[in-house]
């Protein structure tokens, strides 16, 4: 396919809102990442409010199903007085980086576009210079990246000149070095659209930019000038302000500066016997009580209240936070309303009314967060937790053994008809990716032919499904008696060993090989925080008949509410969906 190149400025941007992220809970829990608040306004407001001064007037900001940032681009399109035109669009159904475009045709119509992650910070980035890197370059799509000093396993690999030849995004488990880091900031040409699949998930990375390569089509890097942070995790976050504050960004929007380095919004009271020791930013509404001490770098959010006596050092309070008296808040970050009582002590913490996920752990460096607390309740709440973690662990083990005696008369019939119908080992094994991608050997009856890996890649282009899991309905691999045992789920009665191991749960997500999820990094992190089950709720909301998308939304609604009563449901469902067959193949 040749691309028609459209010789005018880039004056239209996709802005990326949505996502499903589990690395920077709890706090993600509240909001988008896009509507955390970065210095004193939204994430968001501040890429919009850079495209404004490099020129850019023409915006869709495209998120997920929530109210919250619906809600704020409506009252910002209401309020908006520099006469930019903003549209909001949001879909319930996770259609990938790339697979969001297909919608926008009209709005993109014959013109280069921008397309900018919802997580990346641009502090004072110079748009108009990788718009002109980009039609220099005539490039089908031009993609910003960082130089890091360090080796990264989410990374970009070019050529001298700047040629794009791929991506990579390892987990943590997998190392793979590179040295350069995308931004999440793109310039397109606006016939990528015709190289983007019409139906299912389709990533940018991982799809797309392959798809552009394979085309022969050039693909260039550009090394973005300027501080910009890409946020994933919560040291991220943290470092955006404090290194922000270093450099010199001018950080506080539509504020007044009251002394060297301290900005405050409107209606704040400061107390004459504080003490303010700047870079600090105080949100409107505040109010800094007698023998406060504020030392910056530190950002205090709308309507939040400072006790007599109370220490904030280098910390990042979310609006309505509630420090009492005598209590000390040091290198931390307040979850929304939360109160530090008085006499009370944090430092280097994540503070918040909620329970982190068990396994995030933060690395012990000074100046940054190294751990997690939780107020009392949540104290209660992590205890709970804990103790449903080892009921699930005993559950597994009793239900397991059980399932393992119960099924034991069955072993010695299906190896033998298995032996019987073809040739191959009874059992089939294969590494697939554990808890926090340590990998372990799965195992199953097998179902296909002896060389069925080998012949995979013939059938690749014939596959049923979206996303990247091969499945076939007819496929041709597959024995007679590999048939009944997929239909009857008892080809996966060994991974009962797995899970008397610990190697697997009865309930959780899939357990998949890397490559398999790399299509969508943050869908693999938050999997990756669990053991893999035997059953989930992506099996039995249809099994094979289940979208891409939908296997996203479900792995990741597992993660963020697992208890041992939703596992109970899940198996007790996953019973009824086996008997009735339902998405069988």
């Known amino acids: 396919m040749n691309l028609t190149f459209?010789?005018?400025?880039?004056?239209?941007?996709?802005?990326?809102?949505?996502?499903?992220?589990?690395?920077?809970?709890?706090?993600?829990?509240?909001r988008p990442i896009c509507m955390f608040p970065v210095f004193n306004k939204p994430l968001i407001e501040h890429t919009i409010n850079l495209l404004r001064t490099n020129g850019i007037r023409d915006i869709v900001i495209a998120g997920s199903k929530d109210n919250s940032v619906g809600e704020y681009i409506n009252s910002l399109v209401i309020n908006n007085s520099n006469k930019l035109s903003i549209q909001y669009i949001e879909d319930d159904k996770p259609k990938g980086t790339a697979g969001i475009l297909r919608g926008l045709r009209d709005f993109i119509d014959n013109e280069n576009f921008l397309v900018i992650n919802c997580n990346t910070f641009m502090g004072d980035v110079d748009i108009n210079e990788?718009?002109?890197?980009?039609?220099?370059?005539?490039?089908?799509a031009t993609i910003g990246v960082k130089k890091s000093s360090r080796f990264l396993t989410e990374g970009i690999n070019v050529s001298a000149d700047g040629l794009v030849n791929g991506f990579h995004a390892m987990h943590s488990s997998r190392e793979k070095r590179s040295s350069l880091k995308t931004v999440g900031i793109y310039v397109f040409r606006p016939d990528v659209i015709e190289f983007i699949n019409g139906k299912g998930y389709f990533d940018i990375k991982e799809q797309l930019i392959p798809a552009l390569k394979k085309a022969s089509l050039p693909i260039y890097s550009h090394n973005i000038n300027g501080y910009c942070k890409v946020i994933n995790t919560i040291n991220d976050y943290y470092?955006?302000?404090?290194?922000?504050?270093?450099?010199?960004?001018d950080a506080a929007i539509n504020m007044t500066e009251i002394g060297d380095g301290i900005w405050i919004g409107e209606n704040v009271s400061i107390s004459p016997k504080s003490y303010i020791f700047g870079p600090v930013i105080i949100g409107s509404g505040c109010t800094i009580n007698d023998n406060a001490q504020i030392i910056g770098p530190t950002v205090i959010g709308n309507g939040c209240k400072v006790g007599k006596s109370a220490l904030v050092r280098e910390s990042i309070l979310w609006e309505d936070s509630v420090i009492e008296d005598g209590s000390s808040v040091s290198y931390c970050i307040t979850g929304p309303k939360l109160k530090i009582r008085s006499g009370e002590i944090f430092r280097n913490k994540v503070v918040v009314d909620n329970l982190m996920p068990e396994d995030i752990s933060l690395p012990p460096l000074k100046h940054?967060?190294?751990?997690?607390?939780?107020?009392?309740?949540?104290?209660?709440?992590?205890?709970?937790?804990?103790?449903?973690?080892?009921?699930?662990?005993?559950?597994?083990?009793?239900?397991?053994?059980?399932?393992l005696i119960l099924f034991l008369p069955f072993w010695l019939f299906i190896a033998s008809i298995i032996k019987l119908d073809s040739k191959g080992p009874v059992l089939f094994h294969q590494k697939r990716c554990g808890k926090n991608g340590k990998d372990f050997e799965m195992l199953k009856f097998r179902t296909m032919v002896e060389d069925a890996e080998n012949r995979q890649q013939q059938l690749s282009s014939k596959k049923d499904v979206d996303g990247p899991m091969f499945k076939l309905v007819n496929d041709p691999r597959i024995t007679r008696v590999g048939r009944f045992l997929r239909k009857t789920s008892l080809d996966e009665i060994p991974q009962l060993i797995n899970v008397l191991k610990g190697e697997m749960s009865l309930v959780g997500p899939r357990p998949l090989v890397m490559s398999e999820m790399k299509f969508s990094p943050s869908w693999r992190d938050a999997r990756l925080k669990v053991k893999p089950g035997v059953t989930g709720l992506w099996q039995i909301q249809g099994r094979s008949d289940a979208l891409f998308h939908d296997w996203i939304r479900y792995d990741v609604d597992y993660v963020k509410n697992q208890s041992l009563w939703l596992d109970l449901k899940i198996l007790f469902k996953t019973i009824k969906v086996v008997l009735k067959r339902v998405g069988a193949v």
Do not use: C, W
Not at 239 to 249: A, D, K, P, V, Y
Not at 377 to 400: C, E, H, P, Q, V
């Open 6 to 30: 459209v010789a005018n400025k880039v004056s239209k941007v996709v802005i990326l809102a949505g996502g499903q992220s589990l690395r920077l809970s709890p706090l993600s829990r509240y």
């Open 130 to 140: 990788l718009i002109a890197f980009h039609y220099a370059k005539d490039s089908v």
């Open 239 to 249: 470092n955006t302000h404090r290194e922000g504050f270093l450099n010199g960004m």
């Open 368 to 403: 940054l967060l190294d751990g997690m607390v939780k107020s009392t309740a949540s104290n209660i709440r992590g205890f709970k937790y804990t103790t449903s973690l080892s009921l699930k662990r005993l559950m597994d083990i009793l239900f397991s053994s059980a399932g």
